[in-house]
């Protein structure tokens, strides 16, 4: 496959298929206000006669960009105007767009692979990090493409990023790396002027998406931040016509780029409309609303995502109004967190079927808390506990939901900037898309509730099992070890080994009948081992 150009073609007279192509207008009219008072519209017509419209956006000295990315091959149409009308914002032409190799766009394809797939058919196992505040790093002067050269070189696809970025979280959670103001309006935080943007910072953020694109990495791009900073905590100021002129510039800017994945309206859209992050219904019908909102102004078609901060009631009950306006959930639930039980992160797969129960859209497990660095201060004391073995057991409860995962360290979360090194959970992570990716083939795999053993366990103990359709591969994993016996599976012989998430070791084991009980290796005393177990038929698929 191609990979992706992080450069974007100019005013283009040919165009490879997938990429994006930038047609630039130019106006000498003085315009009060050029982000307001004109605006400026796309219309390609592809070879088969469908049309998609495009916003544009202002970029400075009276000049417009219309950034669009073709999805056929052929010979295609384009029309630029204005509203008001400008004759010396109209351009009309033709552009060949020419055959490429590529896995195109991510797409939501709910009930198939994990709930992604790319264009081509690829199935996508989502493998995140969370760096909320990484374009206002670069902003201020740091250079982030090392540390997305190594998230890509580790496996990582997916990103979660703020296009607006807080200077703060509570309650002690001031940015360190703060050098200057990362207000993307104009005016400031006590006089702001919503109907302009800051250029400077976009032109940042036009640079970290395009080698996100070039690197293969994909970008959830929140659109508002935490509900409960201004301005969204205020929806008497941030009212909802400088709302929709916020988010219009930000797909006009950034719709046409491979790279985006998700449009995620609001961090922990519950904080709608007032700031308080608890379980409002007012909260689902925004949501409903701005989804199909977004979806009419993005041409390009990219995963609508909510994400969450409470858990219940289920989406499906939430979005029954309306439940094909969000593509899917970005589900966040911590597990256990205390002094004496974050290590095993208990009651994240219950929780996760309590809420996505019904859910008929896609979902990624994309928050169970942030790997605390103990080298820091301690300023969000809900990270305390949030130990490498919380990291390892959430992520691995997560994932046998048969959910991609996206998780998060104090090194590069938000008010922290170490980019240079990872926390000691990280391997952990790696182990398993390993296991995943490499060992079984996740995409062919689905909960299997129907193996689950019998009998009573402690909270967070009880094994958790996946299979495939027709029981070629069956994966077990086995939150604090022990004995795991399976009911009857097909004739045939399966040879059975265990996976260490500790360290990627795969142990081979003899081969084994239809029925059986397993014990998993012993060790970690007060914190018993977490183990996987995989069962593969001859020919069944496992590696």
Known sequence: MAVDSGEVSTNPGSLPYRTVGEWVVRSGRAYSNPFADVAVIGTFTAPSGAQVRVPGFYDGDGMWRVRFNPGEEGHWRYNIHSNPADLELAAEAEVEVTPRS???????????????????????????DTTYNLFGMAYCGTDV??????????????????LPVSHFHPPEGYSDWQTRRTWPWGGSEQAPLFDRFNLDYFAVVDRVVRAANELGLGLEMIMEGWGFEFPFNNRGIFVPEWEELWMRYLIARYDAFASTYFWTPLNEYEFYPNGDWNYKPVADRWAMRVARWIKSESAHGHVLSMHNGPTMPPFAERFALDPDAVDAIMFQTWGTVGEHDAWLAAGIEDRIDESLGGWRGAAVFAEWGYERNPDFELKIPGHLHCDPEHTRRGAWRGAFRGLGIIHGWENSWGPWQVLDRDQAGMPYLLHLRHFLTEVVPFHQLRPAPQLHPDGEFAPGHQPMVMSTQDHDVVAAYLPVGGTLTLPRLPDGEYASRWYDPRTGELRPTETVATEATYSAPEGGDAHPWDWALVLSREGGGAS
């Open 102 to 128: 590529t896995r195109g766009f991510l797409k939501a394809t709910p009930g198939r692979t994990w709930g992604f797939e790319y264009e081509n058919g690829e199935p996508a196992f989502l493998f995140g």
């Open 145 to 162: 493409r090392p540390f997305l050269e190594r998230r890509a070189r580790q496996g990582f696809n997916l990103l979660r990023v703020r």
